[in-house]
């Protein structure tokens, strides 16, 4: 894993995954599926296909609390619609990371440039003013 330059002083600090073997440790730690669409996306790299960014936070100990898939493209990403090919941050065993690590996702999202918070926790049950419900509104 590639250490980001963002700190936080509270131990915890974001990684890129870059190998197969990165993957499966976030998904082990992380209690995730993570590093099964990692491969995938790895995979889509080799090919020449446009693919995701993968982060991961790690703290001190070793533990990874939340982890992060970046979609390759960033206005689809946002898209109410779009359950699937989307940004995507989860936290311990698909848990929801806000608002405990809300100033971390936010930091990582400044530093990368993309626009990353609680609508892109998928497993929230939201409703919205314009799907019917159910669904997160950006």
């Given at each position: 894993m590639q250490a980001l330059d963002i700190q936080f002083g509270n131990g915890l600090r974001w990684h890129r995954l870059e190998t197969v073997e990165?993957?499966?440790?976030?998904?082990k730690l992380n209690g995730t599926a993570v590093g099964h669409y990692f491969e995938r996306e790895l995979e889509q790299r080799k090919a020449g296909q446009p693919a995701n960014e993968y982060y991961a936070l790690v703290g001190e100990d070793g533990?990874?609390?939340?982890?992060?898939?970046?979609?390759?493209?960033?206005?689809?990403?946002?898209?109410?619609?779009?359950?699937?090919?989307?940004?995507?941050?989860?936290?311990?065993?698909?848990?929801?990371?806000?608002?405990?690590?809300?100033?971390?996702?936010?930091?990582?999202?400044?530093?990368?440039?993309?626009?990353?918070?609680?609508?892109?926790?998928?497993?929230?049950?939201?409703?919205?003013?314009?799907d019917g419900g159910g669904h997160p509104s950006p």
């Amino acid at each position: 894993m590639q250490a980001l330059d963002i700190q936080f002083g509270n131990g915890l600090r974001w990684h890129r995954l870059e190998t197969v073997e990165d993957g499966m440790l976030a998904q082990k730690l992380n209690g995730t599926a993570v590093g099964h669409y990692f491969e995938r996306e790895l995979e889509q790299r080799k090919a020449g296909q446009p693919a995701n960014e993968y982060y991961a936070l790690v703290g001190e100990d070793g533990s990874i609390p939340v982890t992060m898939q970046v979609w390759h493209d960033p206005e689809q990403a946002r898209s109410p619609e779009n359950m699937v090919e989307r940004n995507i941050v989860v936290g311990m065993q698909n848990r929801d990371p806000f608002p405990e690590f809300g100033a971390e996702i936010r930091a990582l999202a400044e530093h990368i440039g993309r626009e990353l918070d609680e609508y892109d926790y998928p497993y929230a049950r939201r409703t919205s003013d314009n799907d019917g419900g159910g669904h997160p509104s950006p």
